[in-house]
């Protein structure tokens, strides 16, 4: 296998660490949404592997000895038989609030810590929202390897818990999101420490592929109509998409289902670079969906790529609506999930693009218990 290059095509050998193509992300800089991403291709030999036997973990470029010792992934799916009753909706959830930080980003942080160990690295630095900040100090403090984490002063308070509790080195930015990945940039830049910024780092995207094949299996091998994803930067999105890729790739599937990406209105890059055909950077983010907060997303060309080629589409909720997401998703299927993961239910509004004999797969990105503030003072 080996990393190639999304924009341009070119190669790049898997024994190195690569971030961006030297070509199409040479005049890269942060605050700018990436360029030339890399993703990892499978070559013929790896695809008859991993015909043999449909394994999860066969997916990926690094040895599963590699892995850290602490469960990841294998979240609970199932039908929300109350939410779809209320709704008229065939609806399913992919609870992946249960991981071990309670976030999604440990998909990513799992093989991101497979990659510095197989590189021989012992610190890991990466920005955050928070999930991801806490993800990969969580996951690090099952191994050897050390975690530094930049994220915004502002970041709720359940999250900067979390990363002071895994003892990770924390730095708190006074600043967006994007001013911490920037910092973190720099932090790497003299190659000493592995950079886990989602989408600039691409075993974050392979990683998060994982919940595709596990939709996949706990669904019966079917794949589901729709799958509806918050969107940030835009990186699970591109995630999601690159699973069923792979499994239509080697000839296991035949199909991708519809992905329905949902932002903020008020944290809406993505969503106006789907509809207009052009990417800007936001003046401002400040959704009270903190984790999917953004300026300029990461993986804004693929995440619309991952839209275009699966026949989804991108919706936006009004911001003032999501705590009320919030509500209706606990009060209807007990899963308390944070602001950024309600935004899902925004499709409910939706009605007249799906209809009840479609399954819908409702992916839940983050727990409830990480951002209290927002139930409270609503
Ligand atoms: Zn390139």
């Known amino acids: 296998m080996k990393y190639k290059c999304t924009e341009c095509g070119k190669d790049f050998s898997i024994e190195h660490i690569h971030y961006l193509c030297d070509e199409c992300g040479r005049d890269w800089v942060p605050g700018n949404k990436l360029s030339g991403v890399l993703e990892i291709c499978y070559d013929q030999a790896d695809k008859e592997n991993i015909q043999k036997e449909l394994l999860i973990n066969n997916f990926f470029p690094y040895d599963k000895a590699d892995l850290p010792n602490i469960p990841v992934g294998n979240t609970p ?12 909706l065939n609806l399913w959830i992919k609870n992946d609030t249960v991981n071990p930080t309670g976030s999604y980003k440990d998909r990513a942080s799992y093989w991101v810590l497979a990659q510095a160990k197989h590189h021989n690295i012992n610190k890991i630095v990466c920005a955050s929202t928070g999930n991801a900040g806490s993800s990969l100090a969580g996951i690090s403090a099952a191994t050897d390897i050390k975690a530094k984490i930049f994220i915004p002063a502002k970041a ?13 080195d924390l730095d708190l930015v006074e600043g967006s999101y994007d001013d911490a990945y920037a910092l973190s940039i720099d932090y790497s830049a003299d190659g000493k420490s592995l950079n886990r910024n989602t989408g600039y780092n691409p075993i974050t995207i392979e990683g998060k592929k994982s919940v595709a094949l596990e939709i996949y299996q706990q669904n019966n091998n079917k794949i589901p109509a729709y799958i509806v994803i918050p969107v940030g930067d835009g990186v699970i999105l591109s995630g999601v998409y690159k699973g069923f890729k792979d499994l239509l790739e080697l000839g296991i599937t035949n199909s991708i289902p519809k992905l329905i990406g949902v932002q903020s209105n008020k944290s809406n890059a993505i969503y106006n670079y789907w509809k207009n055909g052009e990417y800007k950077s936001l003046e401002h983010a400040d959704t009270i969906a903190d984790s999917i907060s953004v300026k300029s997303p990461a993986c804004a060309d ?28 606990a009060r209807n299927s007990g899963i308390f999930c944070e602001p950024s993961s309600a935004v899902v239910a925004g499709i409910f509004e939706e009605k007249y693009m799906l209809n009840k004999d479609q399954q819908i797969v409702l992916l839940l990105t983050g727990h409830g218990l990480k951002d209290v503030n927002s139930i409270l003072n609503y």
């Open 77 to 88: 799916f199932f039908k929300a038989e109350k939410l779809s009753n209320k709704h008229n």
């Open 302 to 329: 693929l995440a619309v790529r991952a839209i275009r080629e699966s026949h989804g589409f991108m919706i936006e909720v009004d911001d003032s609506l999501i705590v009320g997401f919030q509500f209706e998703i």
């Open 156 to 168: 709720p308070l359940g999250k900067r818990a979390q990363n002071i509790a895994y003892g990770a």
